[in-house]
């Protein structure tokens, strides 16, 4: 095969600005908010509410790093890839030098380690929450934590079953639904707690700066200070197994190079170069190219932005509302006790929580075994290409992996902080710092007139930098908590 032909852009971003051109380019909002809504779960409704709740608005400065870092440049430099060479990244990380394929086993092996962990602080305050809601029809006698832990093993296996049917499409159509109820919600409950927005401003640009912590912090943030401010900046944008799909997923939109009518053509000669060779050099093509790509900035930079209007949300009602009443959280009664908050402001703000809280989780979990699956899938395909790897197949044995080994965690009754700061360490630091190296690594692959701008390379730097340290806090952090 002889360098590629690629067309002229076709539909909306082949046509000049206007109106029209602008909505039908907030259109192509999908993958990246599917990214967003998975990593609001735990991080955002729990972790992040907690550290504003003790460190007031002086984190926000983590928050709005941790979007940039996370939403816009490993997002769009690890899906940026596919899009212009056509290739799944696994099919290119396999070739690393090494046994072939440590990478992506050491990737899975990660996430099926954290992947348990990060289920049960997302699902047992749910089932916290559901308990305190049906406490009145549930028989008297019963121990709580019995019942905790019941509501919540159900909520789990809900959640998979209802992620085993789940396609793609309808994932997506499902997730945008999720982050426009999220916006919604969390800025209007935002307005109606008055909260100081000069100091929120100060306290987002403000890098650096760590508030003192007061007397009714946490004992366990009071006495691991960096594995905490480790795990609250990992959690914030989730783990690394959404951004891996999210590759996947733009060649399931074709923007890119992945809408070329000789896709498969191109794939299977890419599968046995070892450079992209099959790019062309003419400087009109190579213009093309970039703005096929177009659809793939916008998804990008409009997914960040919910995921830090969101996010940012929430720590700002917990500076603005938990802050002055000195509001301790500890257990798995988080959920219940911000209600318990929310409703000494105004009762309307009860139900908005509700809304938001369980259709932030509920849309987190129920999207997780199409991500593993897809992820799997591409891996071991990769490392064993000579096998058959059955997507439908891979997700149930996932799915009945999750089940077993949450509900060990969950009648166990371990404590939230160690599973947060454990996975928070592995997929949520180590392994999202490990892929951001590769994602570089990627881009250098490219042919020099394809790869990225040269900004956006600086700022891909800094950010693995910013990973790598945050890796390196947070496993100092668990390392000195487990030492004793």
Not at 18 to 43: E, N, T
Not at 183 to 208: M, S
Not at 240 to 268: C, F, M, P
Request: with cysteine; hydrophobic share 55%; glycine share 8%.
């Amino acid at each position: 095969m002889n360098k590629v032909e690629i067309p002229p852009p076709e539909g909306v971003f082949a046509q000049s600005w206007s109106l029209k051109k602008l909505l039908g380019m907030l259109a192509v909002f999908g993958p990246a908010a599917i990214v967003a809504s998975v990593a609001i779960g735990a991080g955002e409704t729990i972790v992040v509410v907690r550290a504003g709740a003790w460190a007031g608005y002086g984190l926000l400065w983590m928050v709005l790093l941790s979007c940039l870092v996370k939403g816009v440049f490993f997002t769009y430099l690890i899906g940026r890839y596919t899009a212009v060479s056509g290739e799944l990244i696994g099919h290119r990380l396999v070739r690393l030098p090494g046994p072939r394929g440590w990478l992506l086993l050491t990737i899975l092996l990660f996430e099926m380690i954290g992947a348990p962990l990060a289920w049960v602080p997302v699902s047992k305050p749910c089932g916290d929450l559901f308990h305190f809601l049906l406490r009145d029809m549930l028989p008297a006698g019963e121990e709580e934590v019995f019942w905790e832990n019941a509501i919540t093993s159900a909520f789990i296996a809900l959640a998979l079953l209802f992620g085993i049917r789940l396609s793609f499409e309808r994932l997506e159509k499902q997730q945008l639904l999720i982050c426009g109820i999220l916006v919604t919600g969390t800025i209007a409950g935002t307005l109606i707690v008055r909260p100081d927005f000069i100091a929120a401003l100060v306290g987002t640009f403000r890098f650096g700066d760590l508030p003192p912590f007061p007397e009714w912090a946490p004992a366990d943030t009071v006495a691991h200070p960096l594995l905490t401010l480790g795990t609250t900046f990992g959690y914030v944008g989730g783990g690394v197994i959404s951004y891996i799909a999210y590759a996947n997923w733009v060649g399931l939109h074709k923007w890119g190079l992945t809408g070329h009518q000789d896709i498969e053509a191109i794939r299977d000669r890419a599968s046995r170069s070892e450079t992209i060779d099959y790019l062309p050099d003419d400087p009109q093509q190579i213009h093309h190219l970039r703005q096929r790509v177009a659809p793939l900035r916008w998804d990008v930079a409009l997914g960040a932005l919910v995921l830090f209007i969101v996010t940012g949300a929430f720590m700002i009602s917990g500076a603005a509302v938990l802050f002055p009443l000195e509001t301790r959280f500890e257990g798995w009664n988080l959920l219940t006790h911000q209600a318990h908050v929310w409703r000494q402001i105004h009762p309307s703000l009860v139900w908005i929580y509700y809304v938001c809280i369980l259709a932030a989780l509920w849309g987190t979990l129920q999207a997780l075994p199409e991500i593993y699956a897809r992820v799997a899938q591409e891996f071991l395909a990769a490392r064993w290409p000579d096998r058959t790897w059955e997507y439908q197949a891979i997700k149930r044995v996932i799915c009945l992996y999750i089940f077993a080994t949450t509900m060990i965690i969950v009648w166990n009754n371990i404590p939230f902080d160690i599973l947060t700061q454990i996975a928070g360490f592995l997929i949520a630091n180590l392994a999202i710092a490990i892929m951001m190296v590769a994602a570089i690594y990627l881009n250098f692959k490219l042919p020099a007139s394809y790869r990225t701008r040269a900004w956006v390379l600086i700022g891909a730097v800094l950010s693995t930098v910013v990973l790598i340290a945050s890796s390196a806090v947070s496993g100092w952090g668990l390392l000195g908590k487990l030492a004793g």
